[in-house]
């Protein structure tokens, strides 16, 4: 029975909907990747997108692991939560003056650099604070990650890095550029990745780029794979921790590092995306027609991957023990595209009947928004409830 697993007669008197995390569950999984990257010296920076509840963010910086943030908000929050500034890599194709400032004020790890132009001004910011700012550059590696067109990155037609065929040039410009040092090459593919395959490529393109680079004389210190790593929103229960074994494996099978060569990650989803849960309240269930909808107190503003990406979320009803029945599953919000799920089995819905949404720490709480001027959901966490 699923709904073990939620402490429901504590959340009957909590305000809906709310974010609940599995805090045992994701210290096995931070235990894991720990394991399963210290077996080959890898380091790993949380990609703090995925999800910055500063209570995570600071049992995750506890586990001694880095961050990799996207903004400069982000750079902030991983900085309150305890994350040293020499495990920070900050990525992003556009980094304002102000957060390239922070980054450098900060003495961060390393800038992952997605473009000539974004050199030349970090080059320049470091200039006035006569500061050398070491950067990754962000190579776009041309690997198909075969996931969802809107999350895939590693495309010549994305925004994202830099395309190979442009690399010696912008490798050119560190000729000239004083304040700023070539210290490693970084990739993100895309997220959601299930299928090896597409890591496996990206391994041996690395290899590739450091004969390239070798060729020319450059050696870098560090490479950084980026995430991807996905996880099994239809089995959250029985895979609840990715296979974090299987994954470092296929890079160390693959890779030919040189002397002295640091490799690192920054996963988001593979880390936070099981522990979390959007549980919501069923406001109605209202007979159509052809259908029943069960109506929710959550709605897009809450969780809107579904409308965003067609994503799945496995939804239990965690207080009903009645035979299964099919549900479209809609939120509240004046908009068509407000819709969880269509023809899903949930156990009896009746009004004031729990759903719990699940899958949903990774890209859920964070991606919230006001829209209808509704309140932010608030987090609770399952060791302090
Ligand atoms: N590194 C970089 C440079 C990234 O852009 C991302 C995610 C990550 C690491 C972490 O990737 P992960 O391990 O979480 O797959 N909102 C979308 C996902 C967007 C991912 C953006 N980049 C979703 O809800 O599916």
């Known amino acids: 029975m699923i709904k073990g697993i939620f402490p429901v007669d504590k959340f009957r008197n909590i305000r ?4 609940y995390y599995d805090i045992e569950l994701l210290k096995k999984t931070l235990d894991t990747v720990k394991m399963e990257s210290g077996k080959y010296g890898y380091h790993v920076h949380y990609a703090v997108k995925a999800n910055a509840n500063p209570y995570l963010l600071s049992l995750i910086a506890s586990y001694g692991f880095g961050a990799d943030c996207v903004s400069g908000g982000e750079v902030q929050a991983a900085l309150e939560a305890g994350f040293s500034a020499d495990k920070i890599v900050f990525a992003g194709v556009g980094k304002a003056d102000w957060e390239i400032d922070l980054g450098l004020d900060n003495h961060i790890f390393c800038f992952n650099v ?4 974004e050199l030349d001004v970090i080059n320049e910011l470091a200039a006035e ?4 700012a070491s950067v990754a550059l962000r190579v776009n590696p041309e690997v198909d990650a075969h996931t969802h067109a809107k999350i895939t990155t590693g495309m010549k037609e994305n925004k994202f890095g830099i395309n190979l065929s442009l690399l010696n040039g912008v490798l050119d410009k560190f000729e000239v550029l004083k304040n700023v040092k070539l210290i490693g090459i970084h990739f ?4 959601q990745i299930t299928d090896m395959t597409p890591f ?7 290899n590739e780029i450091l004969d390239q680079l070798e060729k020319r004389g450059i050696a870098v210190a560090n490479v950084n794979f980026g995430g991807g790593l996905g996880i099994d929103y239809y089995h959250p229960n029985h895979l609840s921790i990715p296979a974090f074994d299987t994954y470092f494996a296929a890079f160390d099978r693959l890779l030919k590092l040189r002397p002295g060569q640091q490799v690192h990650f920054e996963p988001g989803r593979s880390i936070v995306g099981q522990c979390g849960s959007l549980i919501s309240k069923v406001l109605y269930v209202k007979e159509g027609e052809t259908k029943k909808f069960a109506v929710m107190d959550a709605g897009f503003t809450e969780l809107i991957r579904p409308a965003m990406y067609d994503a799945y979320h496995r939804m239990e009803n965690i207080t009903s023990e009645e035979e299964p029945e099919r549900y479209d599953v809609v939120g509240p919000i004046c908009e068509s595209s407000d819709v969880f799920g269509k023809e899903i089995e949930l156990n009896r819905a009746r009004r004031g009947d729990l759903v719990a949404f699940r899958s949903a720490g990774a890209y859920g709480e964070v991606m919230a928004s006001q829209y209808n001027c509704r309140q932010l959901p608030k987090a609770y966490f399952s060791d302090s409830l």
């Not at 809906?16 to 974010?19: A, E, G, N, S, V």
């Not at 993100?188 to 997220?191: K, L, N, T």
């Open 200 to 206: 496996q490529d990206l391994a041996i393109r690395l």
């Open 188 to 191: 993100h593919i895309g997220s």
């Open 129 to 132: 604070k006569g500061k050398v």
């Open 16 to 19: 809906t909907p709310f974010y």
């Open 114 to 117: 997605e473009s000539a132009v």
